[in-house]
């Protein structure tokens, strides 16, 4: 059983500064790629932030130069810090990671709101 939990979201005015966790816990192997994704009132869930174990990154050009994720191995932490922030970046955060038990499976955390608004 893996678990996943995310924290950090809040209100925050434009031009703001956020930054989200996201743990994992359980019986964990290892932890392959950790992914934030990100979904806006009334529109689907995208991507906008991966990692791998080796710490290599990609963004969406939608959040390219002011988010930054990182990772911790040693915690089975990913975060996510998020500057300069736009009222276009609210929505609820998802954070996915794939695990390795005795199998690899994808485990999604429950969300996490962040608002930007004035």
């Known amino acids: 059983q ?5 924290s950090g979201g809040g209100l925050v005015q434009p031009g703001g500064s956020l930054r989200l966790s ?18 806006p009132p009334g529109q689907p869930r995208a991507s906008i932030a991966s990692i791998t174990s080796a710490g290599v990154t990609n963004y969406a050009d939608s959040v390219q ?22 009222p276009e970046d609210t929505g609820v955060y998802y954070c996915n990671a794939i695990v390795r038990t005795t199998y690899t499976g994808s485990y999604w955390g429950q969300g996490t709101q962040v608002t930007v608004s004035s």
Request: with cysteine.
């Open 2 to 6: 893996v678990q996943v939990v995310e």
């Open 22 to 39: 996201c743990a994992a816990s359980g019986r964990i192997i290892s932890i392959d790629n950790m992914a934030w994704y990100r979904q």
């Open 65 to 86: 130069g002011r988010f930054t994720i990182s990772r911790d191995n040693a915690k089975n932490t990913v975060y996510l810090q998020m500057n300069s922030l736009k």
